[in-house]
């Protein structure tokens, strides 16, 4: 819905991200709307947290609308995903607490982001330490407050939507939330998706019908974690965790230690064993990445 570009504040001499309402959307007053409602569900939740990106300005120029932001460096996790592929269990246990804390600040002020998926979950790099900034509030509901008419649309991304989002439940609530953070995980640490239909139909039978690979049988990890996955992604929003802090809380159980890995091929005897959990094994490092430099478009921000 908007294009971000960076910018200078020439008043405080300081580098900004500018966030632009795309053309497409400009003369529609609901994607208008939205905007401004992403401007000022971002403010608040900045103001609780600072895992959420933080908002310097809004307002109208020449008819557009812009969000002036703080200026991110680093990567999102869908750029890291694609790069690397998948994170281990002690990287997705050290993203997920700032993740939650931003989730449970939100849920806290009634608000469902809708739209939680890798490329809204900026992995931030500053003094070679990474944070989690969640972006994107875009489609944000707060509920008990009308929402703004779509004219059937289906707002969100379509591979991370949960089933209630799909069939245009109105009553969804923050529940929603982690249905798509269980999904984020799910690939973050088996690279790939439990569900993913080639077609819309498709990938809405799977949703209806399908079970939940065990992630230990699509990747090498503890069936510790089948359990895990499996109330992660129910159906039924009463039956998968309840809270954000939940969630973690279990998750971080799971991962205090690491596993061992398989011995080599030369060296194992009889059947393969299955990986188990092991408190003794380092936790893996969480190198810095900035992007690489690029041409940049410089836009004064008045």
């Known amino acids: 819905m908007g294009t971000i570009w960076q910018a200078l504040d020439r008043y405080l001499e300081r580098p900004v991200a500018l ?33 959420v990106v933080r908002i310097m300005d809004f307002g109208v120029d020449a008819g557009t609308p812009y969000i002036v932001m703080e200026l991110l460096h680093g990567e999102d ?30 849920h806290a002020i009634r608000l469902v982001h809708r739209d939680i998926k890798p ?26 407050r009308p929402g703004i008419s779509t004219s059937g649309k289906l707002l969100g991304t379509l591979w991370y939507m949960s089933p209630e989002q799909l069939d245009g439940r109105s009553l969804l609530d923050h529940r929603t939330d982690l249905w798509s953070l269980g999904l984020v995980m799910y690939r973050a640490l088996c690279g790939q998706l ?6 819309l139909g498709e990938h ?24 895990f996955f499996e109330r992660a992604l129910e159906r039924d929003p009463a039956l998968r965790f309840q809270t954000v802090e939940e969630l973690a809380r279990t998750f971080a159980g799971l991962a205090k230690g690491s596993w061992r890995p398989p011995p080599p091929v030369a060296e194992a005897r009889g059947e393969p064993r299955r990986a188990s959990l092991d408190s003794d094994v380092p936790t893996a490092s969480l190198a810095a990445t900035r992007p690489a430099s690029a041409e940049a478009t410089r836009v004064t921000v008045s």
């Open 119 to 144: 490329a809204n979950l900026f992995i931030s790099s500053q003094d070679e330490e990474e944070r989690i900034k969640l972006l994107d509030l875009g489609i944000v509901k707060e509920l008990g």
């Open 77 to 106: 996790l869908e750029a890291r995903l694609l790069r690397r592929g998948t994170l281990t269990v002690q990287e997705v246990a050290a993203f997920l607490p700032q993740i939650a804390c931003a989730l449970r600040k939100a």
């Open 19 to 51: 966030k632009l309402i795309s053309d497409t959307y400009a003369s529609d007053m609901g994607a208008r709307e939205r905007f401004a409602r992403e401007a000022r569900a971002a403010a608040r939740l900045g103001s609780e947290t600072d895992h």
């Open 194 to 199: 439990p569900f993913q239909g080639r077609t």
């Open 204 to 227: 809405l039978m799977l949703l209806s019908v399908g079970r939940v690979p065990r992630i230990s049988e699509v990747a090498r990890l503890p069936v510790e974690l089948d359990g």
